[in-house]
């Protein structure tokens, strides 16, 4: 049991959340950071140019010699040094590396026109031991060889090191996270392409087979816990009882920890043991008591978060909720169901740009996004009153009401609920960003293999679930006998596999293509 | 405890050696097999032609395919197939592998053209943020993407997708040892490119990161402690009572396992605690009793094993010894040094082709491998009998006796001992092949770090050491504190660092530089 001191540190954490703030990312969500994510350093105006330079020395060093004593001095100069630079250093000192270290174009080139210059072997040649054929293979086995290694870019060698260099990995998923921040704002290829070498190398070092899958409860350490609550990032964790509500029974919380990167999972997932799937939040989160845990047959993933904003696109959560499937049925082999309640983050954004729109385009071509019953519920419902002349009026005025007002009026939650249900559908189903489901959310999971099952209204009541997605949730469910079919076939031919129940939302939808 | 079973499974054990025999590989011999590597398989000319197609269309589905269902059938069709093959069609998989599942040369030098095409960006205005300037870096960063890509071998897919697969790990292991088996017969371009892919891939895979020490005791399995029997290269382990010893008081046994491939370690060592660094095996294997462990001050490295033949190449010894003296070190802080008692494979048939040479060559140019007194001292001890007309010739004579009956004689003892140790200090120190020590075992000692520390004398008389060195065996000393140093420069200058006690033995040959 967690003693004293430990309950002291978790409301402490409770009141003044890990900084920075923003190394909080909800992988579900993949919410844009909020801006300050290079500012974790102190005032850069008290640090000296010197500063900089004895970094970018470092720097060097950790890459260019070959003693060990040497590069471990350089890699710790190196990546204390790094965190005590401006924003502005960081951005100079990635840039310089992206830059300076980059390959030697001049050698790759050099390499490429000794293949050019020999002859392809002919296609006849090729079944026999033909030992002329060999020794012209050979010749190209070997110009290969070397143009693979000279088209590794020489950062690599910093990657490297740093990740066999205790606390490496962790600096180098922190440094990753200021490479994203700086190319949201700006473009620049080579930092573009120092991070994708970057992400590659974290993919390889983060397989599944180096993570280690850890039920967290009660019992477990309260620098632990305290992280969980701080790193908690779809449904925040209000209070000491709500944390240990889901530690406790029925509920799971399981985390992926990483042996270079202790005390912290890199990604954990809170589960519900439930006898049916559940439709609001408010049941997970809330209700009590809990079933017993052997009349529940559904477990329902009601939150995932990542706690390293470095490892965007290393996509840890897959294999995580792999894993859990196969502990949870093992342990349970009552449960058979398996789904989560997970938000819609971008769902009313995107019904906001379509109201507009829709409300501003010319009548010719104005898109009817309202049925007329649903255009006439809505003016009904808002009395005549000053809310709008038309049914998308009124809909854009009630969903950008600051507190939400509409959820007081039955009237116009009634009204609203066929629109914003028919819509959501749309909008899970149909929007596309490059053949890919628009949500982050629905992508996550769909590329997981899951399918749509159900939409759930006023499923999240909060200013939160009100803000992103009007309080509908959705349920993504795996079955199990075909995730890797659904997935393939959503990846490759961006096919959404959805329940009947679900498809009727959108009939209408459906039938105009 | 070990059960009656587990003992009986021992001694069933040494009765009757795991087969095949050959997957026995010392690591510090480096022994070549002996030839019946590819062998373990059913008798060929009972499998139809059938069998065949069918491996090799498994082989290439695992490859071709995405979905993970049929891609698992097939992997395991693939290995399971695999180890019923003939040799022959073992060679001729191999070949079908390393020369159809190659990279698409075609695409490769596409690639190559449309690099070569740019114009690569002038060097001054690399500082700048200009943006035309990145906009060029662009295009070389996509086209290094793919050729990165395209220079990819096909069969690395089926590699990968092996060390995800249960059992595939080991697979690949057993896999290379034929590959390494057919090279080493013929020599294939192709073949040697998939195996240093191969080579690579594993390399990768078994980082030390993802391996565990393990301080294997006589209270582990019956299972375990038979394959320590069964592989152990260097003593081989005569009995039971052997066995216990090495695992007992003053002893120590530590494995490298890997997840993937359980009940067995890949390498192991074997470390005696002493008193002073050991000159003879004899000390090691059999002075009874062992002296109370906080006494000891040295720790002697005195033997190690590889278990996997397909794993030669991949440094796993030196990852080991540190971890080992890591280990050792934090035990037992009385334990100051770090010393092997090795064996010189190869230094007895270095010896007579010398000594053959130096009696062939005309005499004008004849060596004199001999010296003087050297030359006398055997003659007197051979007694004027018809060992020989020279020194050489009695030398020859001597270490070529079928069953070193030399060693009988303490006259003959005595006359080669100067020649021996002096020769022998020569072959260490000044033998080289490529810029590295010829003698294998001091090969990997001396790119590990250690410094050759001293020769003894008839320290090891069994029939083995009395082939591969006449007797004699080295320590090489392990000086933690310039361990990585010492390394470098045997590394990059080929540089061998020796005691002063050793050099002494090789005056002269210094002194001819």
């Known amino acids: 049991m967690m003693n004293k001191k430990g309950l002291a540190i978790l409301m402490r954490t409770k009141m003044r959340p890990l900084s920075p703030l923003s190394s909080k990312l909800n992988q579900m969500q993949v919410s844009q950071p909020e801006g300050d994510k290079v500012s974790s350093s102190p005032d850069a ?140 704002d700006v473009n620049i290829a080579s930092l573009r392409a120092l991070d994708s070498h970057l992400k590659e190398k974290l993919i390889t070092w983060l397989s599944p087979a180096n993570l280690e899958l850890h039920n967290i409860t009660w019992d477990d350490p309260a620098s632990l816990l305290e992280k969980i609550v701080a790193y908690e990032a779809v449904h925040p964790i209000s209070n000491l009882i709500d944390l240990k509500r889901r530690l406790g029974i029925g509920r799971r919380c399981f985390g992926y920890f990483h042996p270079a990167i202790s005390g912290e999972p890199l990604i954990f997932i809170e589960v519900a043991l439930m006898k049916d799937v559940a439709a609001t939040i408010q049941e997970v989160l809330w209700d009590y008591p809990p079933i017993s845990e052997h009349e529940a047959s559904c477990a329902i993933f009601y939150s995932i978060s990542s706690t390293q904003p470095g490892l965007s696109g290393v996509n840890l959560g897959k294999f995580l909720i792999k894993r859990v499937v196969d502990v949870v049925k093992k342990d349970m082999p009552n449960v058979s169901v398996f789904a989560t309640l997970s938000p819609i983050p971008g769902y009313r954004q995107w019904l906001l740009s379509k109201l507009a729109s829709s409300e501003m385009s010319g009548s010719a071509f104005k898109e009817n996004l309202l049925r007329l019953e649903e255009e006439k519920a809505l003016m009904d419902a808002s009395g005549g009153s000053d809310m709008g002349s038309s049914g998308t009026e009124v809909m854009w005025n009630l969903l950008t009401s600051k507190h939400h007002e509409w959820t007081n009026s039955p009237n116009l939650v009634s009204a609203l609920r066929t629109p914003m249900m028919r819509l959501c559908g749309r909008y899970l189903l149909k929007e596309k960003k490059r053949g890919k489901a628009l949500d982050s959310v629905a992508n996550f999971h769909l590329q997981n293999g899951a399918m749509i099952g159900r939409l759930n209204w006023m499923a999240d009541r909060s200013q939160k679930g009100l803000a992103q997605s009007g309080g509908i949730m959705v349920n993504y469910i795996y079955r199990l006998d075909n995730i890797e079919d659904t997935a393939q076939s959503y990846l490759n031919e961006g096919h959404i596999e959805a329940s009947s129940d679900f498809r009727s939302y959108i009939e209408d939808e459906l039938e105009k293509e």
């Open 45 to 184: 105006s008290l640090l000296p140019q010197r500063e900089f330079t004895q970094v970018r020395e470092s720097m060097h060093s950790a890459m260019s010699t070959n003693k060990t004593e040497i590069v471990d001095v350089a890699l710790d100069d190196f990546s204390e040094g790094y965190f005590f630079l401006s924003p502005e250093n960081r951005h100079k000192i990635l840039l310089s590396l992206a830059k300076e270290y980059d390959l030697n174009r001049t050698q790759v080139r050099e390499l490429m026109k000794q293949h050019l210059d020999l002859q392809l072997p002919s296609d006849k040649a090729d079944d026999s031991g033909d030992h002329e054929e060999e020794g012209s293979l050979s010749a190209f086995y070997r110009i290969e060889r070397n143009l693979r290694q000279a088209l590794k870019p020489m950062y690599e060698v910093l990657f490297e090191r740093l990740n066999t260099h205790p606390g490496g990995l962790k600096f180098l998923s922190d440094m990753r996270a200021d490479i994203l921040h700086i190319l949201e």
